[in-house]
């Protein structure tokens, strides 16, 4: 199956600043990225996501861009605060609709 | 968004006895629903894919005869974990897709103790 890494698995950041989180996968077929906010105890939330045949997208503080090329992508977050303090999961998804997880970014927002 | 409802959100057992977790997709068929198991601060990780009127697909590692997926309609899957021992103790999440290739819905999840 599907191979995804996460980096880093830890963030600290302080209030207003930025935090990026990268992912890279191994297959080539796979073709939906999203990722997901997941707080203790939760389900996982999706708070973006980006198609392969898209580059870049953004919504209000949060951006994913993605190179497929590469086979990377990386989720940016602008202005952060306490409330966005949590784990962040990056997913691949092959066409069958199965999703492999990264291994998850605890974020800290030091206010 | 749809919505995927999962029960129990907890359960607790003795050791050697048989769960079972249902995930039901409330307002979209799912012909294809998901089961991920989730440890302590650690990654969700794809136990098996449940097809409707099919045998599940396992992923490497996952035992089948333990973790027993029936998915009998298009709104429910179920997940029996037969013979629970300590070590089963986890998270378990399901997911279902309204269409290929897009946002998967979460279940509520439901937090397993074996004691």
């Known amino acids: 199956g599907e191979n995804v890494e996460q980096h880093p698995s830890t963030l600290s950041v302080q209030e207003g600043d930025s935090a990026v989180i990268k992912c890279t996968y191994s297959?080539?077929?796979?073709?939906?990225f999203p990722w997901y906010k997941q707080e203790l105890g939760k389900r996982p939330q999706l708070i973006i996501d980006?198609?392969?045949?898209?580059g870049e997208k953004k919504d209000q503080r949060i951006a994913v861009t993605l190179n497929k090329t590469a086979k990377h992508f990386s989720l940016h977050i602008t202005e952060t605060q306490p409330e966005d303090s949590a784990v962040y999961f990056c997913?691949?998804?092959?066409?069958?609709?199965?999703?492999?997880f990264g291994t998850g970014t605890s974020l800290t927002v030091i206010p | 968004g749809a919505v995927v409802s999962q029960h129990p959100s907890r359960v607790i057992c003795k050791s050697g006895t048989s769960v079972k977790i249902e995930c039901r997709s409330l307002?979209?068929?799912?012909?294809?629903m998901f089961w991920y198991r989730q440890f302590p601060k650690q990654s969700l990780m794809l136990m098996a894919t449940?097809?409707?009127?099919?045998?599940?697909?396992?992923e490497q590692g996952v035992e089948k005869d333990k973790f027993l997926i029936n998915h009998a309609s298009l709104t429910l899957s179920t997940l029996t974990v037969t013979s629970a021992h300590p070590e089963d103790s986890s998270f378990y999440i399901c997911?279902?897709?309204?269409?290929?290739?897009?946002?998967?819905?979460f279940g509520q999840g439901t937090r397993l103790t074996v004691v």
């Open positions: 307002d979209f068929q799912a012909t294809t």
């Open positions: 997911s279902a897709g309204a269409l290929r290739g897009t946002e998967a819905f």
């Open positions: 297959d080539s077929a796979s073709n939906y």
């Open positions: 980006i198609r392969s045949n898209v």
């Open positions: 449940s097809n409707e009127g099919s045998k599940a697909t396992y």
């Open positions: 997913a691949a998804s092959m066409p069958g609709n199965q999703f492999y």
